[in-house]
């Protein structure tokens, strides 16, 4: 395998439309995320199947969670030191040998599938998002030209919604014929991700050269605290989606409380990712150029205010589409933030940045699933969705106490 060192942008162009190297990216990112996502949604209902407890699907956000924050430091200075395709190719390569795992227990291949097992491959999954995450969010700014990184980025995150929307529909509609079908799909996902991402033309981004000390490994946080607005912007994400997720409990609503199967939760998971990708498509077209900050907090206020109905919902389309409005004001949040990030951080400190910005999207992700799920165990699943929602109300209102010029921001980038 070996992965270009150089893409020829001597031409920038003017759109990304026609634009190979970016589409060759693009389509990595959908498998890497479709991958996960039907991964996701065949281990939320097998543990759930399992042992029936809505603290095991916490539990498996958690083992997720953790490694991202055991190995942050050393990710982004292994992505800022070696090639970020092969990185990517590796993770996605031991995701699928993961998937090969759980489909031979599936077809009882000598073992049957546990929840102990299940743990152990969230482990593992949870190892590899550590490094995929933040080495793709750096590779970006070294496939396009500055000029497009923008839109680029709008554009990267709709091949996350993209396969957001389709994959666990997908995922669900194979779990009901059988564990091992939709864990084969996501093997094969993962093996051609692999193969695609080594191939992706991207200019070779420039290492320091020092050694791996703490002060290098330290770097990318000594970097986001200097910058407040990015602190603030990366903070907010952080707690106000940790207190609002409720994607861990999507299983117990999917049976107990909106009365579906499979098929439904792979729904419920699914249209989040509608909201965002018609949001992103928006955004590509046109990019928000004028009061980022005040967009970005009226964002993250419709996102409360979605999962409060949707915890209070006990009707199907109303939940489905409160789901949409949720990851459509996601979205917003979503791409002012990673523009802010990408855009005032130099190539040399990329990974070590993006490792940090990975390990709050995981936290308000994996850790999030985690909450939900403890709360939902100890106060029950529709007071612990709408708690989490007027959690992520109140977050909105102190940020834009504790970072007025975030807040006050007119433009991403500051004249």
Same mark, same amino acid.
């Given at each position: =395998?070996?992965?270009?060192?150089?893409?020829?942008?001597?031409?920038?162009?003017?759109?990304?439309?026609?634009?190979?190297?970016?589409?060759?990216?693009?389509?990595?990112?959908?498998?890497?995320?479709?991958?996960?996502?039907?991964?996701?949604?065949?281990?939320?209902?097998?543990?759930?199947?399992?042992?029936?407890?809505?603290?095991? #699907?916490?539990?498996?956000?958690?083992?997720?969670? +953790?490694?991202?924050? #055991? &190995?942050?430091?050393? +990710?982004?200075?292994?992505?800022?030191?070696?090639?970020?395709?092969?990185?990517?190719?590796?993770?996605?390569?031991?995701?699928?040998?993961?998937?090969?795992?759980?489909?031979?227990?599936?077809?009882?291949?000598?073992?049957?599938?546990?929840?102990?097992?299940?743990?152990?491959?969230?482990?593992?999954?949870?190892?590899?998002?550590?490094?995929? =995450?933040?080495?793709?969010?750096?590779?970006?700014?070294? +496939?396009?030209?500055?000029?497009?990184?923008?839109?680029?980025?709008?554009?990267?995150?709709?091949?996350?919604?993209?396969?957001?929307?389709?994959?666990?529909?997908?995922?669900?509609?194979?779990?009901?014929?059988?564990?091992?079908?939709?864990?084969?799909?996501?093997?094969?996902?993962?093996?051609?991700?692999?193969?695609?991402?080594?191939?992706?033309? %991207?200019?070779?981004?420039?290492?320091?050269?020092?050694?791996?000390?703490?002060?290098?490994?330290? %770097?990318?946080?000594?970097?986001?605290?200097?910058?407040?607005?990015?602190?603030?912007?990366?903070?907010?994400?952080?707690?106000?989606?940790?207190?609002?997720?409720?994607?861990?409990?999507?299983?117990?609503?999917?049976?107990?409380?909106?009365?579906?199967?499979? *098929?439904? &939760?792979?729904?419920?998971?699914?249209?989040?990712?509608?909201?965002?990708?018609?949001?992103?498509? *928006?955004? =590509?077209?046109?990019?928000?150029?004028?009061?980022?900050?005040?967009?970005?907090?009226?964002?993250?206020?419709?996102?409360?205010?979605?999962?409060?109905?949707?915890?209070?919902?006990?009707?199907?389309?109303?939940?489905?589409?409160?789901?949409?409005?949720?990851?459509?004001?996601?979205?917003?949040?979503?791409?002012?933030?990673?523009?802010?990030?990408?855009?005032?951080?130099?190539?040399?400190?990329?990974?070590?940045?993006?490792?940090?910005?990975?390990?709050?999207?995981?936290?308000?992700?994996? &850790?999030?699933?985690?909450?939900?799920? =403890?709360?939902?165990?100890?106060?029950?699943? +529709?007071?612990?969705?709408?708690?989490?929602?007027?959690?992520?109300?109140?977050?909105?209102?102190?940020?834009?106490?504790?970072?007025?010029?975030?807040?006050?921001?007119?433009?991403?980038?500051?004249?």
């Amino acid at each position: =395998m070996h992965a270009p060192d150089s893409a020829p942008l001597s031409d920038p162009p003017v759109s990304l439309r026609h634009f190979r190297p970016f589409w060759w990216f693009w389509l990595t990112r959908v498998l890497l995320t479709s991958g996960f996502q039907v991964m996701s949604v065949a281990i939320g209902w097998q543990v759930y199947a399992l042992t029936g407890s809505a603290f095991d #699907l916490g539990i498996v956000g958690l083992l997720q969670f +953790v490694p991202r924050i #055991l &190995l942050v430091l050393v +990710v982004g200075t292994v992505a800022d030191r070696l090639h970020r395709q092969r990185i990517v190719a590796l993770s996605m390569t031991v995701q699928a040998a993961s998937a090969a795992l759980l489909a031979m227990g599936a077809l009882h291949w000598g073992f049957s599938t546990t929840r102990e097992l299940i743990f152990a491959i969230a482990v593992v999954i949870g190892i590899c998002r550590a490094f995929d =995450m933040p080495t793709m969010q750096a590779l970006l700014p070294s +496939v396009v030209p500055p000029t497009l990184l923008a839109p680029a980025i709008a554009a990267a995150a709709s091949a996350n919604e993209a396969a957001t929307i389709l994959a666990p529909a997908a995922g669900g509609f194979l779990y009901a014929l059988g564990a091992e079908f939709t864990y084969a799909l996501v093997m094969t996902m993962f093996l051609l991700g692999a193969a695609l991402v080594v191939r992706v033309p %991207a200019r070779r981004h420039i290492s320091s050269g020092k050694a791996m000390t703490l002060e290098a490994l330290m %770097a990318g946080v000594h970097f986001i605290r200097s910058r407040r607005d990015i602190l603030g912007a990366m903070s907010l994400d952080l707690f106000a989606v940790l207190l609002g997720g409720a994607t861990a409990l999507l299983p117990v609503y999917a049976g107990e409380i909106l009365h579906t199967g499979p *098929w439904g &939760l792979g729904l419920l998971r699914s249209a989040p990712a509608v909201g965002a990708l018609a949001m992103s498509a *928006w955004l =590509m077209r046109h990019p928000i150029q004028h009061r980022v900050g005040r967009i970005m907090f009226i964002a993250v206020a419709v996102f409360g205010l979605a999962t409060i109905v949707f915890g209070l919902s006990s009707w199907f389309p109303l939940s489905l589409a409160a789901l949409v409005v949720l990851g459509a004001s996601d979205m917003i949040s979503v791409v002012i933030r990673s523009t802010l990030v990408q855009l005032e951080t130099p190539d040399e400190m990329r990974g070590r940045v993006s490792a940090v910005n990975s390990l709050f999207i995981g936290a308000s992700n994996q &850790l999030g699933e985690f909450e939900s799920g =403890m709360t939902a165990h100890w106060l029950g699943t +529709v007071p612990a969705v709408v708690l989490g929602g007027v959690g992520t109300l109140a977050v909105a209102g102190l940020w834009m106490r504790w970072f007025p010029s975030l807040a006050r921001r007119d433009r991403l980038i500051q004249d």
